[in-house]
């Protein structure tokens, strides 16, 4: 009995000393209370940096892969995050012309062209973006290419529906490979980990291209992050882009040539005796 009454009292001066050196919640660092918890967000990497397209380019494969940190295990068991992956190729201005028949015959009748877009544009999600997040939220940032902002910078011929000229943009773009959308391109695992494959067709453009990541958390965007990736030509293909645009005039004087050359050659060769 003697030696509980002891323990006891021990205990409780411990007790009373270790409450006397703890400070109150309210005056502990910002860092760890739960008003300033640390907020999910997410980290990613590539499978390269730099695609070289060569003459046997056929088009290439861009991988992305990331994981999501400090995430609501509930949340994320439920299907509460999801990841939205795009690579965006350089921006430049685009020009949709439309033909009209006059005087029984086809000419362009109006054009529209749009401020600077992305020459390629590929997109991957968990799931369909519409279910995502709202068509407001999609729009302001520009997400997708049902929401990329289309303005026309320059008008020209007889006037016409805006609307028209960028739905046909889109569908062009669609049509030709260079703008895609795969709406299950995203695995998400339970462990936060992820993955997107992004295919580049052969005529993506060369220059610095932009991934970006964005994480949605019960369909609101929450954090963000981005990579560059390099696409750049080799070879004969390197060679004849820098002469096209360093030595223009001995660049069409050989273009010349070679047309006079390889018509010579070519009658020659088929000349009936």
Same mark, same amino acid.
């Given at each position: 009995?003697?030696?509980?009454?002891?323990?006891?009292?021990?205990?409780?001066?411990?007790?009373?000393?270790?409450?006397?050196?703890?400070?109150?919640?309210?005056?502990?660092?910002?860092?760890?209370?739960?008003?300033?918890?640390?907020?999910?967000?997410?980290?990613?990497?590539?499978?390269?940096?730099?695609?070289?397209?060569?003459?046997?380019?056929?088009?290439?494969?861009?991988?992305?892969?990331?994981?999501?940190?400090?995430?609501?295990?509930?949340?994320?068991?439920?299907?509460?995050?999801?990841?939205?992956?795009?690579?965006?190729?350089?921006?430049?201005?685009?020009?949709?012309?439309?033909?009209?028949?006059?005087?029984?015959?086809?000419?362009?009748?109006?054009?529209?062209?749009?401020?600077?877009?992305?020459?390629?544009?590929?997109?991957?999600?968990?799931?369909?973006?519409?279910?995502?997040?709202?068509?407001?939220?999609?729009?302001?940032?520009?997400?997708?290419?049902?929401?990329?902002?289309?303005?026309?910078?320059?008008?020209?011929?007889?006037?016409?529906?805006?609307?028209?000229?960028?739905?046909?943009?889109?569908?062009?773009?669609?049509?030709?490979?260079?703008?895609? #959308?795969?709406?299950? =391109? $995203?695995?998400?695992? @339970?462990?936060? *980990? !992820?993955?997107?494959? /992004?295919?580049?067709?052969? #005529?993506?453009?060369? =220059? $610095?291209?932009?991934? @970006?990541?964005? *994480? !949605?958390?019960?369909? /609101?965007?929450?954090?963000?992050?981005?990579?560059?990736?390099?696409?750049?030509?080799?070879?004969?293909?390197?060679?004849?882009?820098?002469?096209?645009?360093?030595?223009?005039?001995?660049?069409?004087?050989?273009?010349?040539?070679?047309?006079?050359?390889?018509?010579?050659?070519?009658?020659?060769?088929?000349?009936?005796?």
């Amino acid at each position: 009995m003697i030696r509980s009454v002891v323990f006891a009292a021990i205990f409780s001066v411990l007790s009373g000393t270790a409450l006397a050196q703890t400070p109150p919640l309210a005056m502990l660092p910002d860092a760890v209370t739960p008003s300033h918890a640390l907020r999910e967000n997410i980290e990613i990497g590539a499978s390269t940096t730099e695609i070289s397209i060569a003459s046997d380019f056929r088009g290439a494969d861009f991988t992305m892969f990331g994981a999501l940190n400090n995430a609501d295990q509930l949340l994320l068991a439920i299907g509460q995050y999801d990841i939205v992956v795009t690579l965006e190729g350089p921006n430049d201005y685009s020009t949709v012309r439309k033909k009209s028949r006059v005087a029984g015959i086809w000419i362009n009748t109006s054009a529209i062209t749009f401020a600077p877009l992305p020459e390629s544009y590929s997109m991957a999600s968990t799931r369909s973006i519409d279910t995502i997040a709202s068509s407001g939220t999609l729009k302001a940032m520009g997400l997708g290419v049902e929401h990329l902002p289309l303005r026309s910078a320059v008008f020209s011929g007889v006037p016409d529906n805006v609307y028209d000229f960028q739905k046909a943009y889109r569908r062009l773009k669609l049509s030709s490979g260079i703008y895609r #959308n795969d709406t299950t =391109g $995203v695995r998400l695992e @339970r462990t936060g *980990l !992820f993955w997107a494959t /992004l295919r580049l067709p052969a #005529n993506v453009p060369n =220059g $610095v291209h932009t991934a @970006r990541a964005f *994480l !949605f958390k019960s369909g /609101l965007p929450i954090a963000q992050k981005e990579l560059r990736l390099r696409v750049v030509k080799t070879g004969m293909e390197q060679a004849i882009t820098d002469a096209a645009h360093q030595t223009p005039v001995v660049y069409g004087f050989l273009c010349v040539l070679l047309a006079v050359v390889t018509g010579w050659g070519a009658s020659i060769l088929f000349r009936r005796d």
